[in-house]
C-alpha cells in the first residue's frame, strides 16, 4: 500500500504520461495493463469504442491485423531485447502507419516489472517519406532513361548519381562511379586547373546551357582522352548543394572541325598560290601588248588585234576578282 507521502510523486509521473504524444502502456508478462495515459486511452475509445480499465488484457485492444507484430514483438521483449518497428495497420478501411517501441522495465532488484509499449501515430511523417520516395523514384527514372549522359555532384565534386549514357561514355559502370570525385574523370594534367574551376563554379554558381560552348577534356576507363561539352546547373535539396552536368562527347565533332579548318588553310593555300601563277603569263601579254600599241601601224595591220586586246583585258579582271574573293572567303576580309 502507498504512502501519503508517496502519491504526489505518483501524480507527477502520471501526469507526465498523459502529457505525451505517444500512445503509452505499461503491460504484465501475462498481457495484463497495469498502467497507461490518456492519450492511450482515447486512441482506444476511438479505434474501439470502450475504455480501457487497469488489469484487461491488452491482446483485447491489439488491431487483427497488428497481431501478429505484438505477439512476436512481446516474447522478443520478454527476453531483453528492446524493440523498435515501423508497421502499417488497418483501422476501419484505413491504413494507418504507426511506431511500436517496447521495452522490458525491471524494479530496483533486476525483477522484470512488465513491457513499456509507446506507440506513436507516424502516418503524416511516413506518407510524406513515401512521396518523397515516389518523387525520387520518378527523378531517377527520368535520369536513367535520359538521351543524354547526366551526373549529380555533390558540394564536394563526389559523384551521388549517374545514368547508364554515362556509363556508355566513360566506360565505368555505376558501381564505379557513385561515392568517387569527378577527378576520376578528368586526365591527370588537367585536375588542377578544373579544382579551380569547381571552386570558383561553386562559390558563384550559375546556370550553363548545353551548346555555349563549355568545352571539358575528360579521360575514359581504358585512358582514352574525350572533349565533352558540359551543361551545369546547381541546385538545394534538403539543405545539401548539389550540382546537376549534362554531357556530350563532342570529340568526333571537334576533330572534324579541326580537319575542316586544315582544309581550308591548304585550300587557301592552293587558290592563293595558282592564282599568282596565272597571274604572271597574263601580265607577261598585257606587257607585249604595250609594247605593240606603241607601233600603231603595226597594229593596224593584225587581224582583230583589238578583240585580242579585249580578251586579255576580261582575262586580268576575272584573275582580280579570283584573288579578291579568296582572300575575303578565307581571310574573312
Known amino acids: 500500500m502507498l504512502n501519503t507521502s508517496e502519491i504526489p510523486l505518483i501524480d507527477t509521473f502520471k501526469a507526465i504520461l498523459d502529457s505525451s504524444p505517444e500512445n503509452f502502456v505499461l503491460i504484465s508478462a501475462n498481457h495484463t495493463i497495469l498502467l497507461f495515459n490518456r492519450t492511450l486511452q482515447e486512441m482506444i475509445?476511438?479505434?474501439f469504442n470502450t475504455d480501457i480499465q487497469i488489469g484487461?488484457?491488452?491482446?483485447?485492444?491489439?488491431?487483427?491485423?497488428t497481431q501478429n507484430l505484438y505477439a512476436e514483438s512481446f516474447q522478443k521483449a520478454?527476453?531483453?531485447?528492446i524493440i523498435i518497428i515501423q508497421d502499417e495497420a488497418v483501422v476501419g478501411n484505413t491504413t494507418v502507419w504507426f511506431e511500436y517501441k517496447m521495452n522490458p522495465v525491471y524494479d530496483v532488484n533486476n525483477q522484470l516489472i512488465g513491457i513499456a509499449l509507446y506507440i506513436k501515430?507516424?502516418?503524416?511523417?511516413?506518407?510524406?517519406?513515401?512521396?518523397?520516395y515516389e518523387s525520387e523514384m520518378k527523378f531517377r527514372r527520368i535520369i536513367e532513361t535520359a538521351p543524354i549522359a547526366i551526373l549529380i555532384v555533390d558540394s564536394q565534386m563526389t559523384i551521388t548519381l549517374c545514368n547508364p549514357e554515362t556509363e556508355k561514355i566513360f566506360g565505368y559502370n555505376h558501381e564505379e562511379m557513385i561515392n568517387q570525385h569527378i577527378d576520376l574523370l578528368i586526365?591527370?594534367?588537367?585536375?588542377?586547373n578544373h579544382h579551380q574551376h569547381t571552386e570558383e563554379y561553386l562559390q558563384s554558381p550559375r546556370m550553363y546551357q548545353m551548346?555555349?560552348?563549355r568545352f571539358i577534356p575528360s579521360v575514359t576507363k581504358d585512358g582514352k582522352e574525350l572533349i565533352v561539352e558540359v551543361s551545369l546547373n546547381s541546385f538545394i535539396v534538403n539543405g545539401k548543394?548539389?550540382?546537376?552536368?549534362?554531357?556530350?562527347?563532342?570529340t568526333a565533332r571537334i576533330q572534324n572541325e579541326i580537319q575542316l579548318k586544315e582544309q581550308v588553310q591548304i585550300l587557301?593555300?592552293?587558290?592563293?598560290?595558282h592564282s599568282h601563277e596565272i597571274r604572271r603569263p597574263v601580265a607577261n601579254i598585257k606587257g607585249l601588248i604595250d609594247l605593240i600599241n606603241m607601233d600603231y601601224e603595226a597594229v593596224q595591220s593584225i587581224p582583230n588585234w583589238s578583240y585580242l586586246e579585249q580578251e586579255v583585258e576580261s582575262l586580268d579582271h576575272i584573275i582580280h576578282k579570283i584573288v579578291a574573293d579568296t582572300y575575303r572567303e578565307f581571310r574573312g576580309k
Open 56 to 65: 484487461d488484457d491488452y491482446r483485447n485492444y491489439v488491431l487483427e491485423s
Open 268 to 273: 587557301e593555300k592552293i587558290a592563293w598560290q
Open 211 to 213: 551548346g555555349a560552348g
Open 187 to 192: 586526365p591527370a594534367r588537367f585536375k588542377q
Open 78 to 81: 520478454l527476453e531483453g531485447e
Open 241 to 250: 548543394q548539389l550540382v546537376l552536368a549534362m554531357i556530350q562527347d563532342v
Open 121 to 132: 501515430n507516424i502516418n503524416a511523417q511516413k506518407r510524406a517519406e513515401i512521396s518523397r
Open 45 to 47: 475509445s476511438g479505434y
